[in-house]
């Protein structure tokens, strides 16, 4: 329920703390007190739409702040954890209102835009009065109230989920049917290409190893008679190693006469010797590796131009070659399986449709049992609220060419405000006042399946006599003894039946040239006195007081 509201610098407030507690709060003053001052302060504490007019003149800036103490069930706490905001059991709603026309949104202390905000607060409290456009009136939300009073909102959820099923379903179908399509427009190039990509068979890091040999043989084929001048040099005709062997054995054979003389000489020709025979051997090596088939060469080239010349064709790297063959051989079996598999298709959407209507026919049914049974209980309440000549009607209708998440039935409340008169929308065919007696009704009869935990009545005894009067207050009442009830109300026999009785009021603000709206808690003489002026005015006489009591008395609030 709403625990408190402090508000500073709006209109005409300066600054005011307001507690609240459970069961029936009216507030009532004079015409002009600020009672809509209060009002407006509450609704942008909820995330209604702010105004720099709002701020009090003067001052840069004012704020609202709305404290709500909840059970740990409430639903709003599944939507703070969704957008990570912390609650534990205190929900503390502020808004900041600039002059200028800025406002800024607070939910425990986390900034917040004004939408989540307006989103939260509208789980928290209900504005209902002659001219809302919210709630109750809305038709958007006349199907949601429905269901919510026959319990069928599980119904509901197997309804939406066995729908998204199927929408899922014709999304994968549809899918399927344009690459089938696709592939479909493209089959006799998609044949023709695959055809030869497979006869191609690129393989991954094939260009690279190709460009690599290729040049390692052209380079080969530079080098090719140099190597074999080395060749014949060292080991052909002409080789010095023959004459520097005989040579060795010459000197090898004095060597022993000359007393280590040739040692030396001997040691440096063994040498080199030896790095002729070594030189001689790598570069017959080097010649045997030179060595290619010129039509290797011829291969290799044709290879790489019939590679470069399908990555030109189909506008993709030689290296991403692989994967395009890859791809367009999955388009293929795609198009040869494709038939196959939208049968397939074809078969579970008719199973999961079939799943759908039935459970929205079932939907449907149970819909149009609960909106009579809805209607009996509104048009019950009727007669004491003065309108029992109207009627009450829960409109509902089953388009079965138009399936949706929701069902197939529209739902709204009607009304007929005299026998014989066509009945119509409840906004467009009610007055002001009958309005206002509707939705109380209304309210009455859903208060335990569809309510936010705090109601608030905007002067919904506007104009009505004594007994209608009597009528509202008992509602309220009732309705209080389920949720917490703020009613903003001009008729003392509403006023005699709250738990809570709160006073509007304007005042001078001392030293100054203004008035400030001011909240009074009555009780006692106090109460009784409000009454009494409610009842005869500005003069208020002893037969208004004695009638205070009578009131107060019947209402077993004295």
């Not at 957008?83 to 502020?94: C, W």
């Not at 399509?181 to 690129?202: G, H, K, N, W």
């Not at 009304?415 to 109380?440: C, I, Y």
Request: charged share 25%.
């Amino acid at each position: 329920m709403l625990g408190a509201l402090s508000i500073r610098d709006i209109v005409l407030i300066d600054r005011l703390d307001i507690d609240f507690s459970d069961g029936l709060t009216v507030l009532t003053g004079e015409t002009g007190a600020g009672k809509s001052i209060l009002l407006d302060s509450l609704s942008l504490a909820l995330g209604g739409r702010g105004d720099g007019g709002l701020v009090r003149s003067g001052v840069k800036q004012g704020h609202v702040i709305a404290t709500f103490d909840l059970p740990a069930d409430h639903p709003v706490f599944v939507h703070l954890n969704a957008h990570d905001i912390d609650a534990d059991g205190e929900l503390v709603l502020r808004r900041v209102q600039s002059a200028d026309g800025r406002t800024r949104a607070f939910v425990n202390d986390q900034p917040v835009s004004a939408g989540l905000l307006r989103d939260i607060g509208g789980l928290l409290v209900e504005i209902h009065g002659q001219h809302d456009d919210r709630a109750l009136i809305d038709p958007a939300s006349h199907r949601a109230l429905l269901d919510s009073y026959g319990e069928l909102t599980g119904l509901c959820d197997d309804v939406r989920k066995a729908f998204q099923s199927c929408r899922h379903l014709e999304k994968e179908r549809d899918r399927l049917q344009a690459e089938i399509e696709a592939a479909r427009r493209e089959a006799d190039y998609l044949r023709a290409s695959v055809e030869e990509l497979q006869t191609l068979a690129p393989e991954a890091g094939e260009e690279e190893s190709l460009a690599e040999r290729r040049q390692t043989m052209m380079n080969s084929e530079k080098i090719a008679s140099d190597l074999n001048d080395a060749v014949e040099i060292i080991s052909g005709n002409a080789s010095p190693i023959p004459t520097i062997s005989g040579l060795m054995r010459r000197l090898q054979r004095k060597a022993a006469d000359m007393g280590g003389m040739l040692d030396d000489a001997l040691e440096a020709l063994d040498r080199s010797l030896n790095g002729l025979e070594d030189a001689s051997t790598a570069l017959e090596q080097a010649l045997r590796d030179a060595d290619f088939n010129p039509r290797e060469l011829e291969e290799v080239e044709e290879r790489l131009f019939a590679l470069r010349a399908a990555s030109r064709k189909y506008h993709v790297p030689v290296e991403q070659l692989p994967v395009l063959a890859t791809d367009m051989a999955g388009q293929l079996e795609t198009l040869d399986a494709g038939e196959e598999r939208l049968d397939g298709f074809a078969a579970e959407l008719e199973t999961a449709w079939a799943t759908y209507w039935s459970l929205a026919e079932r939907l449907s049914e149970q819909r149009a049992d609960h909106a009579g049974a809805l209607a009996e209980l509104v048009n019950s309440e009727l007669p004491d609220l003065k309108l029992e000549a109207a009627r009450f009607i829960v409109h509902h209708e089953a388009d079965r060419d138009l399936p949706q998440a929701d069902g197939i039935d529209q739902v709204a409340f009607w009304v007929q405000t005299n026998p014989g008169t066509k009945p119509g929308p409840m906004m467009k065919v009610a007055s002001g006042g009958e309005l206002s007696r509707f939705l109380l009704a209304l309210k009455v009869v859903l208060a335990d399946k569809a309510s936010a935990p705090t109601l608030v009545f905007d002067e919904i005894d506007t104009g009505v006599g004594g007994a209608v009067a009597e009528a509202i207050g008992l509602r309220l009442a009732r309705l209080a003894g389920r949720v917490q009830v703020l009613s903003i109300t001009h008729a003392p026999q509403v006023a005699a039946r709250a738990a809570g009785h709160m006073l509007i009021a304007k005042s001078r603000v001392a030293d100054e040239e203004r008035v400030a709206t001011q909240v009074s808690a009555l009780s006692g003489p106090s109460r009784r006195e409000e009454i009494a002026r409610m009842l005869a005015g500005a003069t208020i006489t002893e037969e208004a007081r004695a009638a205070a009591d009578r009131l107060m008395a019947g209402a077993g609030s004295a």
